[in-house]
């Protein structure tokens, strides 16, 4: 099993910033990949960006590419996502995901776990 808790979300104003964070634990993440999602009120869940833990190859949304960056401590088995010039419309719940599958990365139904979601709020 895994599990995945989120931190690190909050208010902002437009044009700030946030990281988020994803910390493992359960498993070993040497096969894995993680990735990050979002779900705004009345939408469905879409993805942000997502990494392959080996060989470290990143992939991220048009709509947050420039503006997000992932990084990793292998050591804590943590994932964030930082990101800057945030806008209202990047408002939404947003979750971590890990999986193992060998699949599309940015489908989220390639993903077997989830975290809680952290509420990230961009205020106009």
């Known amino acids: 099993q895994v599990q995945l808790v989120e931190s690190g979300g909050g208010l902002v104003q437009t044009g700030g910033s946030l990281r988020l964070s994803c910390a493992a634990s359960?498993?070993?993440?040497?096969?894995?990949?993680m990735g990050w999602f979002r779900q705004a009120p009345g939408k469905e869940r879409e993805f942000v960006a997502a990494l392959r833990w080996i060989p470290g190859s990143t992939y991220y949304a048009d709509s947050v590419k420039g503006r997000c960056t992932l990084s990793r401590d292998n050591a804590k088995n943590t994932l964030y996502l930082e990101m800057n010039s945030l806008r209202p419309e990047d408002t939404a719940v947003y979750y971590c995901?890990?999986?193992?599958?060998?699949?599309?990365?940015?489908?989220?139904?390639?993903?077997?776990?989830w975290g809680q979601g952290t509420q990230v709020t961009v205020s106009s």
């Open positions: 995901a890990a999986t193992n599958a060998l699949g599309n990365i940015r489908d989220g139904l390639e993903y077997d776990y």
């Open positions: 359960g498993r070993t993440f040497a096969s894995y990949a």
